[in-house]
C-alpha cells in the first residue's frame, strides 16, 4: 500500500478517574501529542520533544507497536511513513500519555488503510489496549466522558461538553507507573462498601451535571475506589489539598493513577490558585489548564510544509 498524502494528528492529554470517578470518568485538558506522518522507505519515528527524547525511534515504538497490531486486525499491512512527534503529556505522571498514544495509533491506521472507522469502534478497539474509557475516550471525543468496557466491543460513553471551570495541575518531578499505582488498591470491596461507593460516584456526576460545583467537590474527596490508598504514593498531597482548598477549590483529585494533582475551581481564580501553589512547590510544574472541547483531530498537510 502507498500513499502520497502528508497529514497531522492531534490528540489531547486527559485527566481521568476524578475522585470516585474510577475508570469511568475523564476529562481532555489542553495538553498535546501531535504527529506529522509522511511517506518514507522505512519506518522511523523523529522525536521532536523532552517529554519524549527518551522513547525508540523505529518500530519499537509504542505508537507504531498498536498501529501494526490495529492494522494486522484488518489484514492490512502499514506502509512505511517518518512520522514527527511532538509532546508536552509528561510520561507515567497521570496525564494520559500511553492513552493518547493508543488514541493516535489507532488515528493513523484509519487514515493508512482507509478503515473509515466510526469513534465508536475507534473507542471500542483502544478500550481493548487501555482496559478502560476514561482517558482513551477523552482523548478522542473531547471535553468529559463518562463510559462504562465491559469487554470486547461493549462500551457504552456518554460524552459532555458543557463545563465551566478552572484547572491547576501540580506535577510533582518523578513518575508514578500505573502498574504500582494499581498495586496498592484493594483487591475486592465487601458489598456495603462497593453500594456506598457507587452512590458517592453517582453523586458526584448528578452535581457535575448540575453545575453543583460544592457539592461535586465534596463526593471527590469521599471517594472509596482509589485516592486513599494512591495517596500514600504521593507525599505531597496532604499539602497540595489543604493549599488548594484554602486557596479556594472546591475539588482535588488524584489526576489518573498520579502523581499529579488537579485541583478544580471557579471559573477566573485559576491563575490566582496556580500563583499560590507554584509558591509553595519550588520545582514542580504548577500550571494552569483548560478543558480541551475537541478529541482527536486528523488534518492534511502539504508535502512541503
Same mark, same amino acid.
Given at each position: ?97 500511553? $492513552? @493518547? ?6 488515528? %493513523? ?5 482507509? =478503515?473509515? +472507522?466510526?469513534? #465508536? !469502534? ?83 456526576? $448528578? @452535581? ?6 460544592? %457539592? ?5 474527596? =469521599?471517594? +472509596?475506589?482509589? #485516592? !486513599? ?77
Amino acid at each position: 500500500m502507498k500513499f502520497d498524502q502528508a497529514f497531522q494528528i492531534k490528540v489531547p492529554a486527559s485527566t481521568a478517574n476524578l475522585g470516585p470517578g474510577f475508570d469511568s470518568v475523564g476529562l481532555a485538558v489542553n495538553r498535546y501529542l501531535t504527529l506529522q506522518v509522511e511517506p518514507s522507505q522505512e519506518w522511523e519515528f523523529v522525536l521532536q520533544s523532552k517529554e519524549i527524547e527518551d522513547t525508540p525511534t523505529g518500530k519499537d515504538n509504542f505508537i507504531y507497536k498498536i498501529a501494526e497490531k490495529v492494522a494486522r486486525a484488518f489484514s492490512y499491512e502499514l506502509p512505511p511513513c517518518k512520522v514527527y512527534v511532538q509532546s508536552n503529556i509528561p510520561l507515567a505522571r497521570g496525564l494520559g500519555s500511553s $492513552a @493518547a498514544a493508543i488514541i493516535a495509533a489507532i488515528e %493513523l491506521v484509519n487514515e493508512l488503510c482507509n =478503515l473509515q +472507522l466510526t469513534r #465508536q !469502534q475507534k473507542l471500542d478497539l483502544a478500550c481493548e489496549f487501555e482496559g478502560h474509557p476514561d482517558n482513551v475516550g477523552a482523548s478522542l471525543y473531547g471535553g468529559l466522558v463518562i463510559g462504562s468496557h465491559r469487554g470486547s466491543k461493549d462500551t457504552d460513553l456518554v460524552h459532555v461538553d458543557d463545563l465551566s471551570f478552572d484547572l491547576v495541575v501540580v506535577i510533582p518531578p518523578y513518575e508514578l507507573k500505573t502498574k504500582d499505582a494499581r498495586s496498592v488498591l484493594p483487591k475486592e470491596l465487601s458489598y456495603p462498601e462497593a453500594v456506598k461507593a457507587s452512590s458517592i460516584s453517582n453523586v458526584m456526576i $448528578a @452535581a457535575l451535571l448540575t453545575k453543583d460545583l460544592k %457539592l461535586m467537590g465534596k463526593m471527590m474527596e =469521599l471517594d +472509596l475506589f482509589h #485516592q !486513599q490508598y494512591r495517596a500514600k504514593l504521593i507525599p505531597e498531597f496532604n499539602q497540595i489539598h489543604q493549599i488548594a482548598k484554602n486557596g479556594g477549590a472546591f475539588g482535588v483529585a488524584i489526576s489518573g493513577a498520579g502523581p499529579t494533582i488537579i485541583c478544580f475551581t471557579e471559573c477566573g481564580h485559576g491563575k490566582q490558585l496556580r500563583e499560590e501553589l507554584s509558591s509553595a512547590f519550588e520545582g514542580y510544574q504548577v500550571e494552569e489548564v483548560s478543558i480541551e472541547k475537541n478529541g482527536s483531530v486528523l488534518t492534511s498537510l502539504s508535502l512541503h510544509e
